[in-house]
């Protein structure tokens, strides 16, 4: 593989470039690459060696990146995201107004007030790493993982915020859950979030 790291920080409109490049590399899909992978600032080109030369890819890459790009997020609409938030659903909401020296509903409000952006998919088939938390519910993982976290829970972690496709260990701050199923391998397109996308969760 080869990997193109722009700047080694969280931003969105680093973060918008990189997709911007992924997206130019799948729109012409070309013989030997096997997979294009943004992340937070930088691209990962998956490809066979032996049909792709790495230095003719390296070149391809240096020329996208220095073209201007416009950020698609901005052209559609946010992906709503419905969320029970609380009590058997989420179990450390508490603790995150604790965190944030507010109430629960302040917290809330907090968390679906904003739009987040999804910066990468990882960790898991179709976990999406969202940000940025306001600072004021921005609370750290858990020093230790829970063993079981269910499918669906929507959770903190710092700056990110995120949903669970599956039930698995996960060290997350949950304060809700979700009924969309945001990984699905028998839809058409498996995964109901990307990287670029916008989102917004909403209380019901």
């Known amino acids: 593989c080869l990997s193109m790291v722009f700047e080694e920080k969280v931003d969105a409109a680093v973060n918008a470039r990189c997709v911007a490049i992924a997206a130019s590399l799948e729109r012409c899909p070309r013989p030997g690459i096997r997979d294009v992978v943004p992340t937070y600032n930088a691209v990962t080109v998956h490809f066979d060696p032996i049909q792709v030369d790495r230095e003719d890819l390296a070149t391809e890459l240096d020329v996208l990146a220095a073209m201007d790009v416009p950020d698609a997020a901005h052209e559609r609409a946010p992906v709503v995201i419905p969320v029970s938030y609380g009590g058997e659903f989420g179990q450390d909401l508490e603790a995150v107004a604790e965190f944030g020296g507010c109430s629960e509903e302040d917290v809330v409000g907090v968390h679906a007030g904003t739009v987040y952006r999804v910066y990468m998919l990882g960790f898991l088939p179709g976990f999406a790493y969202m940000g940025p938390v306001d600072p004021r519910i921005a609370m750290p993982r858990l020093d230790t993982p829970r063993l079981r976290v269910a499918a669906g829970s929507v959770g903190i972690a710092g700056a990110q915020t995120g949903i669970y496709p599956f039930d698995t260990p996960?060290?997350?701050?949950?304060?809700?859950?979700?009924?969309?199923?945001?990984?699905?391998?028998?839809?058409?397109?498996?995964?109901?979030?990307?990287?670029g996308d916008r989102v917004k969760f909403v209380a019901v």
């Open 170 to 195: 996960g060290g997350w701050r949950i304060i809700g859950l979700t009924r969309e199923t945001v990984f699905d391998p028998a839809r058409g397109n498996p995964f109901l979030l990307k990287a």
